[in-house]
């Protein structure tokens, strides 16, 4: 049974260009997290997303971050115009949970967002 | 405000010794509770965890965990360290009432020396 894969591992992108990152969560997982590990800090929850559905936005920034999960397809972490300070470690995390139950988060490796 | 403490930044141990790891949270309800562990470069696994019930679980790699409402804690323990746990430890919580989110501790850094 695959984990939560995320790609890409690393990513180096100058200031100004966009960034995207995706996940893929683990198998019969419908509901994904993001959570962001700047360097000196600890993770932050972002966004928690289901199918075509954005449940809790709270941790996300509020200019140049969106977040998708669509019908088909891995959830994208898109982030525009990137400068220095978005340079961190970007988690996606998969659960089963529902909105009335809990069930464990399923971390992937990371991907590490470098921006020169 | 709502917070989750790990009160120790680094600890270092001897192999074979025990390990414990701090957690405190202050919420006003009883959460969910988490232990993760992160190896260098990589990402969280999961150790163990508290729903409810038996406040003293069992996880993976030799690791426990026991819940203490009393004291808001849920304290991370290994009887016999390998060189294998040196990684950093994440104590999280997740509140129902505030969405499945988790809320993560500042980590402790684990160095076992042989």
């Known amino acids: 049974n695959a984990g939560v894969m995320q790609n890409p591992r690393h990513l180096v992108r100058r200031r100004g260009q966009e960034a995207r990152l995706r996940c893929s969560p683990m198998k019969g997982h419908s509901h994904v997290y993001w959570y962001r590990q700047l360097p000196e800090e600890g993770l932050k929850f972002m966004v928690y997303?289901?199918?075509?559905?954005?449940?809790?936005e709270s941790g996300m920034p509020k200019e140049r971050f969106s977040a998708e999960f669509p019908k088909e397809g891995p959830s994208i972490l898109r982030i525009q115009q990137v400068v220095r300070g978005d340079s961190a470690a970007y988690f996606c995390?998969?659960?089963?949970?529902?909105?009335?139950?809990?069930?464990?988060?399923?971390f992937g490796p990371g991907t590490r967002l470098t921006v020169t | 405000a709502q917070s989750v403490t790990q009160p120790d930044i680094h600890i270092t141990v001897s192999e074979g010794a025990s390990l414990e790891l701090r957690c405190n949270y202050s919420?006003?309800?009883?959460?969910?509770l988490f232990w993760y562990v992160q190896s260098p470069g990589q990402g969280l696994q999961l150790l163990l965890k508290y729903f409810s019930g038996d406040t003293l679980v069992q996880g993976i790699k030799g690791f426990e965990a026991e819940f203490k409402r009393s004291q808001s804690s849920f304290n991370l323990r290994k009887p016999s360290v390998h060189w294998s746990d040196a990684a950093e430890y994440f104590c999280a919580v997740e509140i129902k009432a505030a969405g499945n989110k988790l809320t993560f501790g500042g980590g402790t850094r684990v160095l076992v020396k042989p």
């Open positions: 919420y006003g309800a009883t959460p969910y």
């Open positions: 997303l289901q199918k075509e559905n954005i449940i809790d």
């Open positions: 995390a998969s659960s089963r949970a529902g909105q009335t139950s809990s069930y464990e988060q399923y």
